[in-house]
């Protein structure tokens, strides 16, 4: 792999503190979605290779050697990767970037700041989870307690690599289990060299390990395994769905689940003397990322007194997007991570033309001949709500607008879904905000400017978007632990 990298690249397998290629040898191919050609060979690892990784992993629990560390010591481990992701944040950054096609200013300014936070607030609250007693008379003590709950595997996503990774490692490892990580194969790299790092801060063996590979094999027997005692997955419904499966097949494993969204960004009419303000705010939820976020605001409901003049801002904050490489650091937007995901986009977009709607800004393929799969910011009018457009989770940079003529029409559209995982409300109105807020079905509404909140709070979904618990805050904290009742009887 030739590259601006300042260390060697890691491609096998991470499992029990060292690196080793898979038991059948198997690779599969890391592909550059910027020019479409093939970056290198990693280790594909299948059922041999979890269930080592798995023993290793219950190993290491079992002997206590991070599980019965004292919480203060689990903190300062955690705190040496802290410093040692931010020496390599540079070399990470351009990982993420060459790898997943992530422009490469997103990774310094966000994605890599996100994950070193991520860490470094669950390695400070390792010593300060606290159990309680509870009112059980002058013969009893009820002692409540939280204990690591074991051998946690994480499935993530490839469009926020490191930062999904943290968001899942921070309080499994703090919590003081330990992991076995399927990393997303469209984006490996990354996980790989975060292991390497974990150990070198002082990380014991088997208490991380990384197990790339295809998502219906190396997922699969994840799932499957009867030694795992959770699985956090981030990613796809249907995908979602196969592990709660996975879970009734085996040892009923706890299952949290991160799933897809529709997100809806309400526009009320208090809003006309700042629409370009609005505009620029909700372009950036719909195309941050390239739009490949389970949170893109990929419908803006605008009342229909301004519709007209807020799409014209919209129009002009889409094309200020700059499309292009993505280790350019004037890039705003790289490129899809496969050429499936440019099919799809295209094909969402090219429905919707033909069933009536106007395309105002993108709509077409740009910088074919890069080899890379490259999509422009789009803005699609003209939209009827039955339309797929305005009801699939397209995961590319697509944004439709449709009008409404009251709030309580806006929140009967936001609603209108399967999905509930995020939201946005831009009003003047504190009452017509918080109201709309309360009134849609989502895990997190932000009001006057998008947001997934930051790492004190809960994030994940209603009905659809989400199963079985949290990420982020203490709750994610909680969720990697099991509840114990100890009752003394006084005597």
């Given at each position: 792999?030739?590259?601006?990298?300042?260390?060697?690249?890691?491609?096998?397998?991470?499992?029990?503190?060292?690196?080793?290629?898979?038991?059948?040898?198997?690779?599969?191919?890391?592909?550059?979605?910027?020019?479409?050609?093939?970056?290198?060979?990693?280790?594909?690892?299948?059922?041999?290779?979890?269930?080592?990784?798995?023993?290793?992993?219950?190993?290491?629990?079992?002997?206590?050697?991070?599980?019965?560390?004292?919480?203060?010591?689990?903190?300062?481990?955690?705190?040496?990767?802290?410093?040692?992701?931010?020496?390599?944040?540079?070399?990470?950054?351009?990982?993420?970037?060459?790898?997943?096609?992530?422009?490469?200013?997103?990774?310094?300014?966000?994605?890599?700041?996100?994950?070193?936070?991520?860490?470094?607030?669950?390695?400070?609250?390792?010593?300060?989870?606290?159990?309680?007693?509870?009112?059980?008379?002058?013969?009893?003590?009820?002692?409540?307690?939280?204990?690591?709950?074991?051998?946690?595997?994480?499935?993530?996503?490839?469009?926020?690599?490191?930062?999904?990774?943290?968001?899942?490692?921070?309080?499994?490892?703090?919590?003081?289990?330990?992991?076995?990580?399927?990393?997303?194969?469209?984006?490996?790299?990354?996980?790989?060299?975060?292991?390497?790092?974990?150990?070198?801060?002082?990380?014991?063996?088997?208490?991380?390990?990384?197990?790339?590979?295809?998502?219906?094999?190396?997922?699969?027997?994840?799932?499957?395994?009867?030694?795992?005692?959770?699985?956090?997955?981030?990613?796809?419904?249907?995908?979602?769905?196969?592990?709660?499966?996975?879970?009734?097949?085996?040892?009923?494993?706890?299952?949290?689940?991160?799933?897809?969204?529709?997100?809806?960004?309400?526009?009320?009419?208090?809003?006309?003397?700042?629409?370009?303000?609005?505009?620029?705010?909700?372009?950036?939820?719909?195309?941050?990322?390239?739009?490949?976020?389970?949170?893109?605001?990929?419908?803006?409901?605008?009342?229909?007194?301004?519709?007209?003049?807020?799409?014209?801002?919209?129009?002009?904050?889409?094309?200020?997007?700059?499309?292009?490489?993505?280790?350019?650091?004037?890039?705003?937007?790289?490129?899809?991570?496969?050429?499936?995901?440019?099919?799809?986009?295209?094909?969402?977009?090219?429905?919707?033309?033909?069933?009536?709607?106007?395309?105002?800004?993108?709509?077409?393929?740009?910088?074919e001949e890069t080899g890379g799969w490259f999509y422009p910011p789009t803005v699609v009018t003209d939209v009827r709500?039955?339309?797929?457009?305005?009801?699939?989770?397209?995961?590319?940079?697509?944004?439709?607008?449709?009008?409404?003529?009251?709030?309580?029409?806006?929140?009967?559209?936001?609603?209108?879904?399967?999905?509930?995982?995020?939201?946005?409300?831009?009003?003047?109105?504190?009452?017509?905000?918080?109201?709309?807020?309360?009134?849609?079905?989502?895990?997190?509404?932000?009001?006057?400017?998008?947001?997934?909140?930051?790492?004190?709070?809960?994030?994940?979904?209603?009905?659809?978007?989400?199963?079985?618990?949290?990420?982020?805050?203490?709750?994610?904290?909680?969720?990697?632990?099991?509840?114990?009742?100890?009752?003394?009887?006084?005597?």
């Amino acid at each position: 792999m030739t590259s601006p990298l300042l260390t060697p690249v890691r491609t096998h397998a991470f499992i029990n503190g060292e690196f080793v290629p898979s038991a059948s040898g198997a690779t599969f191919e890391s592909v550059n979605p910027a020019t479409g050609e093939v970056l290198t060979e990693i280790s594909s690892c299948d059922a041999e290779d979890v269930d080592r990784a798995v023993a290793a992993a219950g190993a290491s629990f079992a002997s206590g050697v991070w599980s019965r560390m004292h919480p203060s010591d689990r903190r300062e481990v955690l705190m040496r990767l802290v410093a040692l992701l931010e020496e390599n944040l540079e070399d990470l950054a351009l990982m993420e970037s060459i790898d997943a096609g992530k422009p490469i200013t997103d990774c310094r300014e966000f994605d890599l700041p996100d994950t070193i936070g991520s860490i470094r607030w669950y390695a400070e609250a390792a010593d300060k989870v606290f159990g309680k007693t509870t009112a059980a008379g002058d013969d009893a003590l009820g002692l409540i307690v939280h204990e690591p709950i074991g051998v946690v595997g994480a499935v993530l996503p490839w469009n926020f690599p490191l930062a999904m990774l943290a968001w899942k490692l921070g309080p499994a490892l703090a919590a003081g289990n330990s992991v076995v990580v399927k990393p997303p194969e469209l984006a490996t790299l990354t996980t790989l060299r975060f292991a390497e790092l974990a150990s070198e801060a002082g990380l014991p063996d088997g208490v991380l390990n990384v197990v790339p590979g295809l998502g219906h094999v190396a997922g699969k027997a994840l799932g499957l395994h009867a030694d795992v005692d959770i699985i956090s997955f981030t990613g796809s419904n249907e995908v979602g769905r196969e592990f709660l499966r996975y879970s009734a097949d085996s040892n009923l494993k706890k299952i949290v689940l991160e799933l897809g969204g529709k997100a809806p960004q309400i526009v009320t009419a208090d809003n006309a003397d700042r629409l370009a303000v609005v505009a620029e705010d909700l372009a950036e939820a719909a195309f941050g990322n390239n739009g490949q976020n389970c949170t893109a605001g990929s419908r803006i409901l605008v009342h229909s007194s301004i519709a007209e003049d807020f799409i014209d801002e919209l129009v002009k904050a889409t094309n200020s997007f700059v499309v292009g490489d993505p280790l350019d650091p004037a890039t705003t937007i790289g490129s899809l991570v496969e050429e499936s995901a440019l099919a799809r986009v295209t094909e969402y977009v090219d429905a919707a033309v033909a069933d009536g709607a106007t395309v105002r800004a993108g709509g077409k393929r740009v910088l074919e001949e890069t080899g890379g799969w490259f999509y422009p910011p789009t803005v699609v009018t003209d939209v009827r709500e039955d339309m797929a457009i305005a009801r699939d989770e397209i995961f590319g940079p697509v944004v439709v607008v449709l009008p409404f003529d009251d709030v309580a029409d806006a929140v009967r559209m936001a609603n209108d879904t399967p999905f509930g995982l995020a939201a946005n409300v831009w009003s003047r109105d504190i009452d017509d905000a918080l109201g709309t807020a309360r009134a849609v079905r989502a895990g997190t509404v932000s009001v006057n400017g998008y947001s997934e909140g930051d790492i004190t709070t809960p994030f994940g979904g209603y009905k659809e978007s989400g199963f079985g618990g949290r990420d982020n805050g203490m709750e994610a904290f909680e969720q990697y632990t099991e509840t114990k009742t100890i009752w003394v009887n006084l005597r």
